[in-house]
């Protein structure tokens, strides 16, 4: 309201009947207590965190409402309910029996079956067959039906799941799925005995891994949660798609936002291998349609397969299911040896959420992920079951799938927590996986089969590291702390691949099956004894090694020659990895009877320790630390020599060269001074009349006796052979 202020002296007619207008002025702006008009407020008053009390009870709807007074609201027709006007049933069969009620009441159970066991519900009357009766959202009564009104407070119990685990309730499940689109789960372990099916906008919540499981039951359903396998429809390819293509001619009856799969029969792993490294490894994409014609599809994204007319195999598209969320539950398999099973199954979807769930005992895959698009998967943990569960992974990216980010992941005795693979339908790619963890596994903890790409997994914690085979692959910060077997990083081979700070202990080496080409290894370590490989095949070509470092822990408790060929089979570790046109830079070995052997051509070697490695052993018969046996194009610099285990017997040359005739070679910078006398080789350095063009500069090994060199070029500051 006004406040009236004096404006003055007040002494004449006029000016007394002006001031009594300004009172009357500010009266107006008073609330009367008696209701004298206007009594009307015309902007919002401030309560300043006071209360108003002593209201009566409200009559209408334009009256405030009392705490007291409020039941519920109708969100059906926007009425308020008053308590005095809601009837309470027991359970929902006394509400089903009831023929009393009239359309628009409001009415509530204390429970489904009994009161209190979680189902109790509020329901609004509507006229007989508004809906259909699921037990849950409709009910039909004696007369007219009870439409559940919902509320955040819904569960899979107002429904008619016990969460008892022994009763049955997948029909509750489903029915909550099927009409509110959501199944959300409380506490309590939920029985199934049949596949919970998702589709568009769908999803299962529970409140925790922790104290919700869905246990799967029973023989003839493989899995617990699944996405429908959605109808495909074959076209015609006439054009070819092309790596880097946007568009592509075809006729076609797609829409935007549909999958097109393209399939070539031309072998995918030809990138890297000239051999076949399984029939199912081919040139096939699935492809976002951004936009189509009849005549031309859009995609959203470019391929990175090239799928030819000529090869062609096949072409289809589907429509994705959309929108699914999977979360706070944990599913397990009752049969641990059950064949092919999958806890949740996501196939020929997109834009899914699946976060805080728990796997167990799942023959196939806790999770599977198939021909899926844009996928967050994330704090989930998965429990393998025994040895003859079939392929036991914990999650699998398979069949094309693209863009799926993981996030803090777990795996107890699973082959692989983490695998990408694929029947062949099309390769998956562009795979993001971040915080894992794995112990007790099959295999390689973390896997990637050769018909992927792009896969980036970062901070892993394993027992039996990891194989990414395929294209572009990137893994980062791995401790692998009981490898107890040679690693590989990538066993189905790959190309343009990077490996880096990465740690195996308890390792026994390093291979692959396949080649492995212009990747990088870097910060790379393996600490072990018993070595039995270090080997990638030799047509693997252009590969970057930086801070590699090899230990044969146990060579420094050996006190014989005898006792360190006992630790392992491997003479050296170099041979088998330093192919064709390899680079190094760091170089750390520790162990071996001879402590780099280099072989093939092209390959640049720098700043290398050679740490208690080149003794006479039985394993060899050209002992040595350092060996050549390259044909052309080496260069060796700076290399650190050091023994002070006395009791190996040392080798019979420092640097022994022999067996090819071979050119442009250049050492430079060797030394063994680190070491102790005793451990000097029976001589420097052999070097055989083949090599005839030989650069030696600052070439400093010492010997109990002098050198053999026949060799030939030009030699600067070097103890083993003269300068010229």
């Known amino acids: 309201m006004t406040r009236y202020i004096k404006s003055g002296t007040v002494n004449t007619v006029q000016e007394i009947n002006s001031e009594l207008e300004r009172i009357q002025a500010s009266q107006v702006d008073f609330l009367a207590r008696d209701g004298q008009a206007p009594n009307a407020m015309q902007s919002t008053i401030d309560m300043n965190g006071s209360r108003i009390i002593n209201l009566p009870s409200p009559v209408s709807l334009q009256e405030p409402l009392r705490l007291q007074d409020l039941d519920s609201f109708n969100t059906i027709t926007g009425d308020i309910i008053l308590a005095s006007e809601i009837k309470v049933f027991t359970n929902v069969a006394a509400l089903v029996a009831t023929d009393d009620l009239d359309v628009g009441q409001v009415v509530k159970t204390k429970g489904y079956t009994t009161a209190n066991d979680g189902g109790g519900a509020e329901y609004i009357i509507v006229a007989t067959a508004t809906g259909t009766d699921d037990g849950g959202s409709y009910l039909d009564l004696a007369l007219n039906q009870a439409e559940l009104i919902i509320s955040t407070s819904i569960n899979v119990k107002q429904f008619g799941a016990k969460g008892d685990g022994i009763t049955d309730d997948t029909l509750p499940i489903q029915a909550s799925i099927d009409s509110l689109l959501v199944a959300n789960l409380t506490k309590g372990t939920y029985l199934i ?51 880097g293509d946007l568009t592509n001619a075809i006729t076609n009856t797609c829409v935007a936002g549909d999958f097109i799969r393209y399939k070539s029969s031309d072998l995918y792993t030809d990138r890297w291998t000239t051999g076949v490294v399984r029939a199912e490894y081919v040139e096939a994409e699935i492809l976002e349609i951004e936009s189509a014609t009849t005549s031309v599809v859009t995609f959203k ?212 099956n396949e080649a492995i080409k212009n990747s990088t290894f870097e910060d790379f370590t393996l600490e072990g004894t018993g070595f039995t490989d270090m080997s990638i095949p030799s047509d693997s070509t252009g590969n970057t090694w930086k801070n590699l470092r090899v230990v044969n822990t146990e060579i420094g408790n050996a006190t014989t020659s005898a006792e360190a060929d006992a630790q392992g089979s491997v003479v050296d570790p170099t041979s088998g990895i330093f192919k064709v046109n390899t680079k190094v830079d760091g170089l750390h070995l520790e ?74 070679i250049s050492i430079s910078n060797i030394y063994n001074s680190g070491s102790v006398v005793a451990c000097y080789p029976a001589r420097p350095c052999s070097v055989s009349a083949g090599y005839t063009d030989l650069r030696l500069d600052n070439v400093r090994l010492y010997g109990a006796s002098g050198a053999v060199f026949s060799g030939a070029g030009k030699f600067t500051f070097n103890t083993i052979v003269a300068d010229n």
């Open 193 to 243: 005995t049949s596949q919970l099916t998702l589709t568009d906008n769908q999803s299962i919540v529970g409140t925790g891994s922790k104290e919700v499981k869905i246990l799967q039951t029973g023989a003839g359903f493989y899995f617990a949660i699944a996405t429908p396998d959605n109808a495909s429809t074959a076209l015609t390819q006439t054009n070819d798609v092309l790596h």
């Open 301 to 512: 994204n470019a391929p990175f397969c090239n799928m030819l007319v000529a090869s062609t195999v096949n072409v289809e598209f589907f429509t994705p299911t959309k929108n699914i969320v999977v979360k706070g539950i944990t599913v397990e398999r009752d049969i641990a040896t059950f064949d092919s099973s999958s806890g949740v199954r996501i196939r020929k979807a997109r834009d899914v959420s699946i976060s805080d769930v728990k796997t167990i005992n799942y023959a196939n895959t806790g999770i599977t992920i198939e021909k899926t698009f844009y996928v967050s998967i994330e704090d989930t943990l998965h429990i393998g079951g025994t040895d003859d569960v079939g392929t036991n992974y914990g999650i699998s990216i398979s069949d094309g799938s693209k863009y799926v980010n993981i996030e803090s992941v777990k795996g107890y005795g699973c082959r692989h927590v983490i695998a990408g693979t694929g029947t062949g339908y099309a390769n998956s790619m562009y795979v993001n996986a971040n915080n894992l963890v794995a112990d007790n596994s099959g295999s390689h903890s973390f896997d990637a089969h050769a018909n992927t790409a792009f896969f980036t997994y970062t901070n892993i914690q394993a027992d039996r590291s990891f194989s990414l085979a395929g294209v572009g692959h990137k893994v980062i910060n791995v401790s692998s702390s009981n490898e107890n077997g040679r690693m590989s990083p990538a066993y189905e081979g790959g190309i343009n691949c990077l490996f880096k700070n990465v740690t195996c202990f308890k390792s026994k080496g390093l291979y692959a």
């Open 591 to 664: 162990g071996f009877a001879i402590g780099m052997s280099l072989a093939s051509s092209d390959i640049v070697v720098k700043n290398v320790t050679l740490k208690n490695c080149g003794w006479l052993s039985s394993l060899t018969t050209a002992d040595s630390i350092i060996r050549v046996t390259v044909s052309n194009r080496l260069v060796l610099d700076s290399v650190n020599i050091v023994c002070d285990n006395t009791g190996l017997t040392p080798a019979t040359a420092g640097l022994l060269m022999s067996g090819f005739s071979s050119s442009e």
